[in-house]
């Protein structure tokens, strides 16, 4: 087994002290994604660190690691990239965008770019329907996307910057609505 940091050794205590003693277990999801950011990925290393740190079984973990698309078992690209492909962004022209990134960065839904920087992932809902489509960069979601929009934000990244994400805006002016 691979050393586990001591600065995540450290941040974990800190989050297990959160909770009661008695239900130490309830930081399970925060503490793997200190795991996460801190290593980098969730890896069976640190799968089972997070068990015995949790007092929980391997089976438990790998459960809502599984479950969560957030959570990452292998290692993503320095900058990770999750397009919505669900229903409302599909409709507005979501799958043919995702192309488009994806002949950009030259890979494909799943895959990492080869120099490490960029990965992304076709995603479920991000909660923005009425401003698709959507992506989400790090912590920063980006709507109503455009060719050309992709081509700025990635311009950005490739430069070292991560732009500001979007704001939502009142979705009465979305749909033609008098403001009035
Ligand atoms: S369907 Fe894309 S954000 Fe909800």
Redesign the pocket.
């Known amino acids: 087994m691979n050393p586990i940091p001591e600065s995540l050794e450290k941040k974990a205590q800190e989050i297990i002290l959160r909770y009661p003693p008695e239900h130490r277990s309830a930081a399970l999801v925060p503490v793997l994604l200190e795991a996460q950011k801190i290593v980098g990925c969730l890896s069976p290393d640190v799968e089972a660190w997070a068990a015995e740190t949790l007092g929980v079984t391997p089976v438990r973990v790998r459960e809502v690691i599984s479950f969560y698309g957030m959570m990452h078992q292998k290692p993503l690209g320095k900058y990770h990239i999750m397009f919505?492909?669900?229903?409302?962004?599909?409709i507005q022209g979501?799958e043919s965008l995702q192309d488009y990134l994806e002949t950009k960065l030259g890979i494909k839904a799943g895959d990492v770019s080869e120099d490490g920087q960029f990965s992304i992932a076709a995603v479920?809902?991000?909660?923005?329907?009425g401003?698709?489509?959507?992506m989400l960069v790090g912590e920063e979601q980006f709507f109503q996307l455009t060719a050309e929009k992709i081509d700025n934000i990635i311009d950005e990244l490739r430069q070292g910057r991560m732009p500001h994400g979007d704001t939502p805006t009142p979705l009465i002016g979305n749909v033609g609505l008098p403001t009035t």
Do not use: D, F, I, Q
Not at 84 to 90: D, R
């Open positions: 919505c492909h669900n229903v409302s962004c599909s979501a479920e809902c991000l909660g923005a329907c401003w698709g489509p959507v």
